[in-house]
T-cell receptor, first 112, second 112 residues
């Protein structure tokens, strides 16, 4: 099935640094979601974006819905060790009942 | 709120046997649930959409006779892997729709 492209694939940063990752698609989506997955766990919703151009924050996390509706980025400020994990974007065409298309994932490792 | 559980969290079975995985929405009713499969170091791939009281909708390439889905109530969907083989070993994750999709903790299936 279709997947969204995420970059970078992985990143290794120092504690306290800011992190930026993005997600692109060849198709338009009406909703963008960002999830974090820890090893052996299910994804946990971080931020949901519903309008093109929307910028939303959740604590140290900020995400934006691209104007073209084909991309989104996620920023993490002042990273801490518990930010370690895999971050997935997901695009959705319709409402909450419509299926999600997941990105390829960005693995974040934080060095103390 | 919006808690989804899965049972069991892990299961080991012999080749040729069937395994049932349960997905429950604990504090909300979900008319739609989704089943995903995730192989190591890969993203989540949607297998099927489960609708309460009706037949599931399977994604292309997913065998409906092998992966039986039953959504008998607004809080429970089950996935039965029939005649399991080693290549079915994977991490199976469900999600339930509320305002958006909320994911369960996953079930690790190992087929010997």
């Amino acid at each position: 099935g279709q997947q969204l492209n995420q970059s970078p694939q992985s990143m290794f940063i120092q504690e306290g640094e800011d992190v930026s990752m993005n997600c692109t698609s060849s198709s338009i989506f009406n909703t963008w979601l960002w999830y974090k997955q820890d090893p052996g766990e299910g994804p946990v919703l971080l931020i949901a974006l519903y309008k093109a151009g929307e910028l939303t924050s959740n604590g140290r996390l900020t995400a934006q819905f691209g104007i073209t509706r084909k991309d989104s980025f996620l920023n993490i400020s002042a990273s801490i060790p518990s930010d370690v994990g895999i971050y997935f974007c997901a695009g959705q065409l319709g409402g909450g009942g419509n299926k999600l298309t997941f990105g390829t994932g960005t693995q974040l490792k934080v060095e103390l | 709120g919006a808690v989804v559980s899965q049972h069991p969290s892990w299961v080991i079975c012999k080749s040729g046997t069937s395994v049932k995985i349960e997905c429950r929405s604990l504090d909300f009713q979900a008319t739609t649930m989704f089943w995903y499969r995730q192989f190591p170091k890969q993203s989540l791939m949607l297998m099927a959409t489960s609708n309460e009281g009706s037949k599931a909708t399977y994604e292309q390439g997913v065998e409906k006779d092998k992966f039986l889905i039953n959504h008998a109530s607004l809080t429970l969907s089950t996935l039965t892997v029939t005649s399991a083989h080693p290549e079915d070993s994977s991490f199976y994750i469900c999600s339930a729709r509320w305002d958006t999709q909320y994911f369960g903790p996953g079930t690790r299936l190992t087929v010997l």
